[in-house]
């Protein structure tokens, strides 16, 4: 009942509250020249520095599905959850060398989305238009996905009802304000939550790491539980190990998810929001220390064993709701109110990225479909209110998503979601660095690589949600022939037959010399900084009607 939680919502309640009220005032933070624009709206100005970004980034990238999906895979099948954690490791050497090349050409030309980019690099709008549908599609799942994290709190606190209403009206209620702030702040909301957001996570983590070892006998008895309860499963998995069936599908599916994490569209246009490039270097060099907090997150799932944690049920008879393990772990072993600022800082952790999300889908639509496509000539202030428009859609869609299926499909999405925007690296993170492949070349490719990810996909079951398709993304190699019992992540191997397809496509389309478009950008765009001369906006579209018509 949730009066036996009277404490924990008080204090949830009051630091959602502040940290709402500081959505509304970020409106008015940093002197914004003009909010009816998109480089304001949107990108903050493209202003933010080291700080601010380095909050902002991260607070974009961890978010309340990391803080409860992540040990709850460690309490659930052992090794295997760790992957998060070299995976963002790996990512930033990568992105280092992609990002800084991003920023500048976005702030040469004045994009705001990959799309632009794509767009002007290839001379494709159908290439742009694929980019941008594909990001919207992966990112409607991952902003849904911010939403479990709330439901397992206030599940967790006994806020929810019996009724599909009373369930669901505490996540309405939130997602409202945050639509509402976020209508109204733009990119600059998230950026000045996220201070509060990482902060609190920070403070929880590093207490949890060192009193609840405490508490329950130390680190050793806790892997001692961990490895006992894994060894007496009725379904061994991993354990504390991972098994051999399983190794190739760590490594594969923890690379396949470093390419992907800079590809969403929300990552983007929290870089994209940046002064610099040396606050995206710095940045770059610092973010790891984010992967050092989720190490310590994911050992939760271990500790929630050693407590003898039991999951709430879940949505369906006889099923059990992992996401709660964490909340629950931290309701045992806590005093009240520090189990209020453990809830308040998973809350608060789905309003930062869902914010950024909602902005990041909503500048695909405005830039790359509305405008390419519905009004050519819109001005500054017209984009800017068709993206605050869409940003509101596109958290009732994530809404919906919750309250019309069941979560754990939700979770299952955002894994294809993963597959799903690999599917852009060919186009937007080697695009940075190369004119080779050829637009119509790049089209196919995606096609294939989509097709190819959509079909593995589909053959893979998930025997705890009896679902014949779509169950998860490891995918057996014995339907590929193989005789062995190990899986590989779907995304490495739709991603690796995109690559092919563009490039044996491209081999063929230039020694046929089928015309290529005209690249609108420059090598010195590329190491462009603060204060360079920016390229006339419009200038790229106004001499698109003087171009041959484009693949």
């Known amino acids: 009942m949730w009066r036996d939680h009277l404490t924990e919502i008080i204090v949830f309640t009051f630091l959602f509250l502040l940290v709402s009220a500081m959505g509304f005032v970020a409106a008015r933070w940093r002197a914004p020249r003009d909010m009816a624009h998109l480089d304001e709206w949107g990108l903050g100005g493209r202003n933010f520095g080291g700080w601010i970004t380095w909050f902002l980034v991260g607070g974009d990238l961890y978010t309340a599905y990391t803080f409860v999906a992540v040990p709850a895979l460690v309490f659930g099948a052992g090794a295997m959850g760790f992957f998060a954690v070299p995976y963002t490791i790996v990512i930033y050497p990568l992105v280092f060398l992609v990002l800084c090349r991003l920023w500048s050409v976005s702030h040469r030309h004045g994009y705001v989305t990959p799309a632009d980019f794509v767009r002007n690099r290839f001379d494709s709008p159908i290439l742009a238009l694929l980019v941008a549908i594909t990001g919207i599609v992966a990112t409607m799942p991952y902003i849904a996905l911010q939403l479990v994290g709330i439901e397992s709190v206030l599940k967790t606190m006994g806020v929810t009802g019996d009724n599909a209403l009373a369930r669901h009206l505490p996540i309405i209620i939130a997602f409202a304000i945050l639509a509402a702030y976020t209508y109204q702040s733009g990119l600059r909301a998230p950026a000045l939550i996220a201070f509060v957001k990482d902060s609190l996570i920070y403070i929880v983590i590093l207490v949890a790491v060192f009193y609840l070892p405490y508490k329950l006998g130390g680190w050793g008895s806790i892997f001692d539980a961990a490895d006992a309860k894994f060894k007496a499963s009725p379904?061994?998995?991993?354990?504390?190990?991972?098994?051999?069936?399983?190794?190739?599908?760590?490594?594969?599916?923890?690379?396949?998810?470093?390419?992907?994490?800079?590809?969403?569209?929300?990552?983007?246009?929290?870089?994209?929001?940046?002064?610099?490039?040396?606050?995206?270097?710095?940045?770059m060099s610092a973010l790891p220390a984010y992967s050092l907090l989720l190490g310590l997150i994911a050992l939760l799932g271990y500790m929630a064993v050693a407590a003898k944690v039991k999951p709430l049920p879940g949505a369906s008879a006889g099923s059990v709701d992992s996401n709660t393990v964490v909340p629950l772990l931290f309701d045992q072993q806590f005093p009240d109110w520090f189990a209020g600022v453990a809830y308040a800082a998973i809350g608060i952790g789905a309003l930062v990225p869902a914010a950024i999300m909602s902005i990041a889908a909503a500048n695909l639509f405005t830039r790359n479909i509305y405008k390419e496509y519905f009004k050519r000539d819109a001005s500054p202030a017209q984009e800017a209110q068709v993206s605050k428009i869409t940003s509101l859609l596109v958290k009732v869609g994530a809404l919906a998503f919750i309250i019309f299926l069941d979560p754990q499909f939700s979770i299952d999405l955002q894994l294809i979601g993963g597959v799903i925007i690999l599917?852009?690296?060919?186009?937007?993170?080697?695009?940075?660095?190369?004119?080779?492949?050829?637009?119509?070349?790049?089209?196919?490719?995606?096609?294939?690589?989509?097709?190819?990810?959509?079909?593995?996909l589909y053959q893979i079951p998930n025997a705890a949600t009896k679902r014949a398709h779509f169950g998860g993304s490891a995918f057996p190699l014995e339907k590929f022939g193989f005789d062995t019992k190990m899986t590989i992540y779907v995304g490495i191997v739709a991603v690796l037959v995109n690559l092919a397809v563009a490039a044996l496509l491209t081999l063929i389309l230039r020694a046929a010399k089928v015309a290529d478009g005209v690249d609108n950008t420059t090598p010195d765009d590329y190491f462009a900084d603060e204060g360079d001369p920016r390229v006339t906006p419009g200038a790229e579209r106004d001499a698109d009607s003087a171009r041959e018509p484009v693949a």
């Open 235 to 283: 379904n061994p998995g991993d354990g504390i190990l991972l098994n051999a069936n399983n190794q190739l599908q760590y490594v594969t599916l923890a690379f396949g998810s470093a390419l992907a994490l800079f590809l969403y569209p929300h990552s983007i246009t929290g870089v994209l929001a940046s002064r610099n490039r040396d606050v995206i270097k710095r940045n």
């Open 423 to 456: 599917q852009t690296l060919p186009a937007v993170a080697l695009g940075l660095y190369t004119r080779w492949f050829h637009r119509t070349a790049l089209i196919v490719g995606w096609v294939a690589g989509m097709g190819l990810g959509m079909w593995m």
